[in-house]
């Protein structure tokens, strides 16, 4: 079949999209292509993940969706981070234990800010494959491949594929056995520690809610209220982008719903069916559907995103996501039209079920006051409801003059500020945020209250592709994203 009749197939029942299979994307236009010289090779990898155990469960993925339905009506708010392209070197206790410390103060610190519960996911366990603008870059004066990330770098090994599977099982391996032995322990928050945070009023900011924190346990232990199960860990799921779509392919399962999915009841008849004149059996009922009892599920992750780069409507990248069940996040930037938009949001949640779908605004602190308001409009024109996002990195980097790529902390937060108060005028929410950042004293970002400026950017200038905030700038801006919130919930 080739490309145009299957796009045909596909848009055939009144122009929506219909038939899908986690292959479906091969007849479609792609950018961001991986060309492997070894195609025998790459079959033999893929037919190895095809048989490993799913890395995440239809359980976890709709325990997720349920909580992002609650994000998108403003009952919660989304912390999303962690580094911009994850390495297989990361897959170590230190590196781990240090962004799932300091995602778990941020998330207290927004939690004490906008008095909601926080979902946690991590760009983490996946993150390992990134889009690049130009095949080429320099670095130290030389002219490289750009570095696209972990399971392509190198010499385009497809084994890489399987190994980028063992490197996210492990990660989350561990994820899994830190948060079951009390890592998140609310009646212990102290044990988090702030790391290689020395500043002392960010110490006194925190250890003032943490002391409060602690205050409110220790009254309800006294009066026998205190639910310790409740307390004593928390869900962080997983996220990367989904841009190697053979590796995707590959861990997409057809798999039976899980129970938290609340697949509606069977349908009935109201009368008793038809006999045939013929054959004296009952006749069906073409109006009434049995419910789905399966569907596909991506089980590399949670959550799932495009990117800026490939989400054309009519490609590869979109037509894989439309099919599966995990929530997903589509970036938005400059480029974006409203036509797009509203075309893409149709196509993958034709069902417009709510919080299904997250925009993760990227437009730059410039650009932020003018399209984001215009697609805020166009969205609540459709009927979607949707999770609204702020990615204040990608659309706020720049160059030195030497050549180095970092970031203005002050830009980050006016493009977060901005987007938190052109919500509240527009009578939307800004449900979360999605940061690049590290448990590491890196010196990536300029600004901040360290004050970094260009010229202290060698100090530890250690990511492999775009600059991140540091453990200090992180929580930071957390708890300037807390006090923005603190006072619009008391207007």
């Keep these: 079949m080739n490309g145009q009749q299957h796009q045909l197939d596909g848009m055939s029942n009144g122009g929506k999209h219909t038939s899908w299979e986690p292959s479906s994307w091969r007849s479609k236009p792609i950018k961001q292509p991986v060309h492997y010289e070894d195609q025998a090779a790459v079959g033999k990898s893929v037919g190895k993940l095809q048989h490993l155990p799913p890395i995440v469960t239809p359980t976890e993925i709709w325990r997720l969706r349920r909580s992002l339905e609650d994000v998108a009506l403003g009952k919660a708010f989304l912390l999303q981070g962690g580094d911009c392209a994850e390495l297989f070197d990361y897959c170590n206790d230190e590196a781990i234990d240090a962004k799932i410390k300091l995602l778990l103060q941020m998330s207290l610190v927004l939690i004490w800010g906008g008095n909601k519960p926080v979902v946690r996911i991590a760009r983490m366990a996946g993150q390992y494959a990134k889009p690049r603008s130009s095949p080429m870059e320099m670095v130290d004066g030389k002219e490289i ?31 899994r056995a830190q948060l079951s032995s009390g890592i998140a322990d609310l009646h ?36 026998g209220a205190d639910t310790a ?9 997983t996220s990367h982008e989904g841009l190697l ?21 069977k349908m009935k008849p109201a009368k008793p069916p038809k006999v045939s004149p013929l054959t004296g059996g009952a006749l069906t009922n073409p109006s009434i559907q049995e419910p789905e009892t399966t569907g596909y599920y991506n089980t590399s992750a949670h959550f799932l995103w495009v990117g800026d ?13 439309r099919g599966i069940e995990n929530p997903i996040g589509i970036k938005v930037g400059p480029t974006t039209t409203t036509e797009d938009l509203t075309q893409l949001l149709d196509i993958v949640n034709p069902g417009k079920e709510t919080g299904k779908v997250t925009l993760i605004t990227r437009y730059g602190e410039a650009k932020v006051s003018e399209l984001l308001p215009k697609h805020i409009n166009a969205v609540r024109e459709t009927g979607h409801v949707v999770v609204w996002q702020c990615d204040p990195m990608h659309g706020n980097t720049r160059s030195t003059t030497t050549g180095v790529k970092t970031r203005s902390f002050a830009a980050i937060f006016s493009e977060l500020s901005a987007a938190l108060r052109i919500h509240q005028e527009c009578g939307s929410f800004l449900g979360g945020v999605h940061l690049e950042l590290t448990g590491d004293a890196v010196t990536e970002c300029t600004g901040g209250s360290q004050g970094l400026q260009d010229e202290d950017l060698g100090e530890r200038y250690e990511t492999f592709c775009d600059p991140r905030l540091n453990e200090k700038q992180a929580l930071e801006l957390a708890f300037l994203v807390a ?7 008391n207007v």
């Design 483 to 489: 006090g923005s919130q603190r006072g619009s919930n």
């Design 145 to 175: 491949p750009s570095f696209r990330g972990d399971i392509l770098n190198g010499a385009i090994d497809p084994d890489r594929l399987v190994q980028a599977y063992f490197h996210s099982a492990a990660t989350l391996n561990y994820v």
């Design 188 to 223: 212990k928050p102290l044990d988090w520690g702030l790391g290689h945070v020395q500043d002392p009023e960010m110490q006194k900011k925190y250890t003032t809610i943490v002391e409060s924190i602690s205050e409110s346990l220790r009254f309800m232990r006294t009066i």
């Design 245 to 265: 779509l053979a590796y995707e392919e590959s861990l997409t399962r057809k798999l039976k719903h899980p129970s938290n999915r609340n697949v509606p009841p």
């Design 309 to 321: 780069r490939t989400r054309q409507p009519d490609h590869a990248h979109i037509e894989y996501f």
């Design 229 to 237: 199960g409740q307390l004593q860990t928390v869900d962080l799921y």
